[in-house]
């Protein structure tokens, strides 16, 4: 009951400060960042009267925050009042990846050209974020990549980019559990930083097609594995 009460609490404070002003925008925050680091696993259920009771919140809310991740590939809506986590399979990780190759970079370049000292600003604390442990928390690696893009002058291209970036990160999450030894998230991405904060729109896209790929081409190895001749 003590967590259920903070989480209240929380909640209302989150709501007064930067985070979003609606119950439901609050709601899609904490259940986007629990499927992302990974809290809730793929092919989970996700019963809304149990998240009411855990977030303090009532049923609505939670209903609209469901309906807005399933829209996005996150979860799936089922009967009964309830969701499950998305799962993951090869050839959805083909199309998400093949649609990220083409409007992310674009997006970034776009982002980096238009960034002021705000979005270097705020690139920097994820960074900072990003670097402060070897293996990063997924929703801390997703917030990296969020902020990377918050600059971008298109609202339409900005929406598309980061919900296919929220889609890949529950696939990096679940695909690939386990990095190769001596692997560091901050590494990984910082040439990726070092020119989105340099201000060179296109080596910043550049860079970012290669990591895609890169990052693809892991989930291609592991989803082909041994037992996963089926590509699921």
Request: aromatic share 4%; charged share 20%; net charge negative.
């Amino acid at each position: 009951m003590l967590w259920h009460n903070d989480a209240v609490t929380s909640g209302t404070r989150a709501l007064a400060g930067d985070q979003p002003p609606t119950l439901t925008e609050w709601a899609d925050q904490q259940l986007r960042q629990s499927i992302l680091q990974g809290d809730h696993r793929p092919g989970d259920t996700l019963v809304i009267s149990t998240l009411a009771e855990q977030l303090g919140l009532s049923a609505t809310p939670l209903r609209e925050a469901l309906r807005k991740l399933a829209s996005e590939g996150l979860v799936v809506l089922q009967s009964h009042g309830s969701a499950r986590v998305a799962e993951v399979d090869l050839h959805e990780a083909n199309e998400i990846y093949e649609l990220r190759l083409i409007l992310e970079p674009t997006a970034l370049e776009r982002a980096v050209a238009a960034g002021d000292a705000g979005y270097r600003e705020r690139v920097t604390t994820a960074w900072n974020a990003l670097d402060a442990e070897r293996i990063a928390p997924a929703s801390v690696h997703a917030a990296f990549h969020r902020e990377l893009l918050s600059a971008c002058d298109s609202a339409w291209l900005l929406r598309l980019a980061t919900m296919l970036s929220d889609r890949a990160g529950l696939m990096v999450t679940v695909g690939l559990p386990d990095r190769p030894p001596g692997y560091n998230t901050a590494a990984a991405h910082r040439t990726l930083a070092d020119l989105a904060l340099a201000g060179d729109a296109t080596a910043a896209a550049q860079e970012l097609r290669r990591h895609l790929s890169t990052t693809l081409a892991a989930l291609h190895m592991v989803l082909t594995g041994p037992g996963r001749s089926d590509g699921t």
